[in-house]
């Protein structure tokens, strides 16, 4: 069968390797000059560390883990602890699973999609009418397409409909620093907040990422614009200059920069004639949820394993719903409650309720 896969991030580069073992001949397309980097670190949990082993990478990425133990300090506005916690015993981990950066997954996916793909970076998807019409001006007749393209599909929205039909804002927005010189020497996670605001310093001695986030009701903004969702960032904090807080926001302008919204997309169906959604194009959970990397791990598999036991498409497509429906829906509960924590509208009721949870 031709596959044509719309994005290479962790569900289109696992996807890729899937299909194209399966026997598929795959074709996969990024609009970046790569697979796009940035973020921070993510995990691999329950299922995904299966389906990674039966890739034949789970070595690769239990080497790159970083430390899942990680305590998070809340800091005044000039710097002094008032409250911590655990988040690895207080939370939802269990022993098996691995954090690791999502730049050294990506690396270790990328090479584990087999040579025979035809892999086209700096090429989008333009049109899909009489054909997947594609930025480089070759046209396509894929027996499937994979929308593989994040919350923001481009491959969703020419076939299911806007994304407002199926994005549930969580009312808040993250943005992610790499590198933060601000941070310089710090270890674990200092977290600063005033109400709805959040600022984050996450280290490991050496290296140091900021996440700044706030609590906002949607906004209109450009998600391939990143001059404009450095603006939104800045905007948000403008009157704010306790602890590291200027110093970070000076940094904005690195070049790996990411922001977006958190939300979910909630779908009734995955698939349509003969077009699959898989990883965030379909189910994101969520930055809260812990889980998208694995959603996408898991999808890509299930995805390839429908096709090869069911030779009609229709069918293997709505076995591969129905397998993933209960995993995505178990996914996304897991994204209630981290808000109150990290993104408390009362500052002081917040710590105190930690400190009352240590004594
Ligand atoms: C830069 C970045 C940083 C992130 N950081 C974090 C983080 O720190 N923590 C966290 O929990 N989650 C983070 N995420 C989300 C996380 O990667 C996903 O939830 C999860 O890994 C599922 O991945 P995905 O492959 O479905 O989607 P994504 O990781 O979003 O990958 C989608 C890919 O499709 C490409 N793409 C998009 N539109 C098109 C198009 N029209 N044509 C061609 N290609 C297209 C994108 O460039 C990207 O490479 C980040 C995502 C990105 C893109």
Redesign the pocket.
């Known amino acids: 069968m031709k596959v044509l896969i ?7 580069l696992a996807s890729a390797h899937w299909l194209a073992r399966a026997g598929h001949e795959v074709t996969l ?4 000059s790569g ?6 670190a ?1 995990d691999v949990r329950g299922a995904a560390l299966e389906v990674v082993r039966e890739m034949g990478v789970v070595d690769e990425i239990i080497r790159g883990r970083v430390p899942t133990e990680d305590v998070y300090h809340f800091l005044d506005r000039s710097g002094r602890e008032q409250a911590c916690f655990t988040p690895a015993t207080q939370f939802y981990d269990s022993p098996g699973d691995i954090e690791i950066s ?1 730049d050294r997954l990506l690396d270790i996916l990328e090479r584990a999609v087999p040579s025979q793909v035809d892999v086209r970076y700096d ?3 333009v049109r899909v009418e009489g054909g997947v019409h594609l930025s480089d001006g070759t046209t396509h007749e894929p027996d499937l397409l994979v929308g ?7 491959v969703r929205k020419a076939v299911f409909g806007p994304e407002q039909r199926f994005a549930h804002h969580l009312g808040l927005y993250v943005a ?1 620093v790499k590198h933060c010189a601000a941070g310089a020497g710090l270890s674990g996670s200092h977290v600063y907040n005033t109400p709805g605001r959040m600022v984050m310093l996450r280290g490991d001695g050496t290296d140091c990422s900021a996440l700044l986030g706030f609590r906002a009701a949607p906004l209109t903004y450009d998600f391939r614009d990143l001059t404009a969702q450095r603006r939104l960032v800045r905007e948000a904090f403008a009157d704010e200059s306790g602890w590291l807080v200027p110093e970070v926001l000076a940094e904005l302008g690195t070049p790996d920069f ?1 922001f977006d919204s958190v939300a979910q997309i909630r779908m009734p169906t995955w698939s349509h004639d003969h077009t699959v959604l ?4 379909g189910y ?1 959970a969520s ?1 809260f949820s ?1 889980m ?2 694995s ?2 791990l898991i999808g890509a598999a299930t995805l390839a394993r429908s096709l090869s036991a069911h030779a009609d498409l229709p069918t293997a497509l709505r076995a591969y719903d129905s397998a993933m429906r209960p995993v995505v829906t178990s996914a996304h509960t897991l994204a209630d409650g981290g808000a109150d924590i990290l993104f408390p509208t009362d500052v002081e009721a917040r710590n105190a309720q930690l400190r009352a949870a240590v004594s």
């Open positions: 719309c994005g290479a991030g962790i569900a289109g397309v990024e609009n970046w697979p796009r980097r940035g973020g921070v993510i999502r090429t989008t998807i593989a393209d994040g919350t923001h599909s481009t992610i990411y898989v990883g965030d194009a994101c930055f812990g998208g990397t959603l996408a």
